[in-house]
């Protein structure tokens, strides 16, 4: 009986068969974990550094701000925004608009 005690208590060994193949699992598993961490903490998204310039915009009879920033924004953008930042880069409001007027658009709306 303490032949089988001692054999039931004893704790399993692993042994690697393969160092190559657990090395790559193990790196690969890393880089799987450091992806997803990315991802959730939004890490994996990058901003240019480089100033972009504005647009240049000339005024038509029967343009507003609302269709001029339609027009230049981006699909992410709200439109109310985008109306904000036009008026913001040329400091005007949106009262101020006149045909012939040439008006800077921000690229990056």
Same mark, same amino acid.
Request: proline share 3%; charged share 30%.
């Given at each position: !009986?303490?032949?089988?005690?001692?054999?039931?208590?004893?704790?399993?060994?692993?042994?690697?068969? &393969?160092?190559?193949?657990? /090395?790559?699992? *193990? /790196?690969? !598993?890393?880089? $799987? !974990?450091?992806?997803? +961490?990315? %991802? #959730?903490?939004?890490?994996?998204?990058?901003?240019? =550094? #480089?100033? &972009?310039?504005? /647009?240049?915009?000339?005024?038509?009879?029967?343009?507003? *701000?609302? @269709? /001029?920033?339609?027009? %230049?924004?981006?699909?992410?953008?709200?439109?109310?925004?985008?109306? %904000?930042?036009?008026?913001?880069?040329? @400091?005007?409001?949106?009262?101020?608009?006149?045909?012939? !007027?040439? +008006? $800077? #658009?921000?690229?990056? =709306?």
């Amino acid at each position: !009986m303490r032949t089988e005690n001692r054999s039931n208590n004893r704790k399993r060994k692993y042994r690697i068969k &393969s160092k190559f193949r657990f /090395i790559t699992s *193990l /790196i690969v !598993m890393i880089g $799987l !974990m450091v992806s997803g +961490i990315n %991802y #959730v903490l939004g890490s994996d998204t990058s901003f240019a =550094l #480089v100033k &972009s310039e504005p /647009i240049e915009v000339e005024v038509c009879y029967g343009d507003t *701000l609302w @269709d /001029i920033a339609n027009t %230049y924004k981006n699909d992410k953008t709200d439109t109310r925004r985008a109306v %904000y930042e036009i008026c913001k880069a040329n @400091d005007m409001s949106a009262s101020d608009l006149e045909p012939g !007027m040439v +008006i $800077l #658009v921000p690229d990056n =709306l």
